[in-house]
């Protein structure tokens, strides 16, 4: 599936449709460029799960946990990562594998470790198309 996006209210709002119909046990990937919009997608996601409180990217915690949605939402970014061994240092088969949803922030970082039945969501830019174009590309398993 593809979507496209003139701004940050339309990425927001997309977000906020995939979560509304995210579902215990499913991982989201999220790759795309610095600055490409991930967080603005992740923050609509968090609303379209029921969540209100500010969502920020865990850059340096690495993962962020929300439980006050209609399912606990676990919000990994997994740019400053040294080494996947850093992922098991985190217990992250507990979050992956547990009664919430995951959104990975540059997953292909980690992807040797992940499983196979994840979304996987690219965002682009496309400066032809306009500074604030977007194009997000969803992949089901």
């Known amino acids: 599936m593809i979507k496209e996006s003139r701004g940050e209210q339309e990425t927001l709002a997309f977000g906020k449709q995939m979560g509304m119909s995210a579902q215990p046990g499913e ?3 999220l790759d795309g460029d610095l600055g490409v919009g991930k967080t603005v997608f992740t923050k609509g996601f968090a609303e379209g799960l029921g969540i209100s409180e500010p969502v920020t990217s865990p850059t340096f915690t690495l993962i962020q946990e929300y439980g006050e949605g209609r399912i ?5 970014d997994v740019y400053r990562i040294a080494d996947v061994e850093e ?3 985190l217990g992250y088969e507990e979050y ?12 292909s970082r980690i992807s040797e470790i992940l499983p196979k039945h994840c979304i996987h969501i ?3 830019k496309d400066l032809g198309k306009g500074f604030d174009y977007r194009k997000l590309t969803v992949a089901y398993p």
């Open 87 to 89: 992922m098991y240092d």
């Open 96 to 107: 992956l594998f547990g009664e919430g949803v995951c959104l990975i922030e540059w997953a």
């Open 27 to 29: 991982i989201y990937l």
């Open 72 to 76: 606990p939402f676990y919000h990994f």
């Open 122 to 124: 690219s965002i682009e």
